[in-house]
């Protein structure tokens, strides 16, 4: 099994900044793409940010130039810096990756999910 842990959500006004953090441990053998999902209120989870394994990065277009993802495979973790926040990135922030883990000699990819940190914009 494989846990990812989420911090860093909070409070914080428009304009502000904030830095989530995603940390995943467990039955790891590789992890191919980490990304960052937010789900508001009423609405459908979307993506806001991935990083491949390799650090290519991919993000919605609701946030580019204001959110940056990045990653440290040695801890695999993953981080979110949001700057400029608004108050439409009020969400519940979800960490989410695809693991590879080895039984009995084979390789395989599962997808799993963090609990999701609050993060709110207040004007």
């Not at 989530?20 to 992890?31: M, R």
């Not at 991919?58 to 801890?75: C, H, L, P």
């Not at 926040?85 to 009020?90: A, E, F, S």
């Amino acid at each position: 099994q494989v846990e990812l842990v989420e911090s860093g959500g909070g409070l914080v006004q428009v304009g502000g900044s904030l830095r989530l953090s995603c940390a995943a441990s467990g039955n790891i053998f590789s992890i191919n793409t980490m990304d960052w999902y937010r789900q508001a209120p009423g609405k459908q989870r979307e993506l806001v940010a991935a990083v491949t394994s390799g650090g290519r990065t991919n993000y919605a277009d609701s946030v580019k130039g204001r959110f940056t993802i990045s990653r440290d495979n040695a801890k695999n973790t993953i981080y979110l810096q949001m700057s400029s926040l608004k108050l439409d990135d009020t969400a519940v922030y979800y960490c989410h990756a695809i693991v590879v883990q080895r039984t009995t000699g084979r390789e395989l990819q599962y997808s799993y999910w963090g609990q999701g940190t609050q993060v709110t914009v207040s004007s």
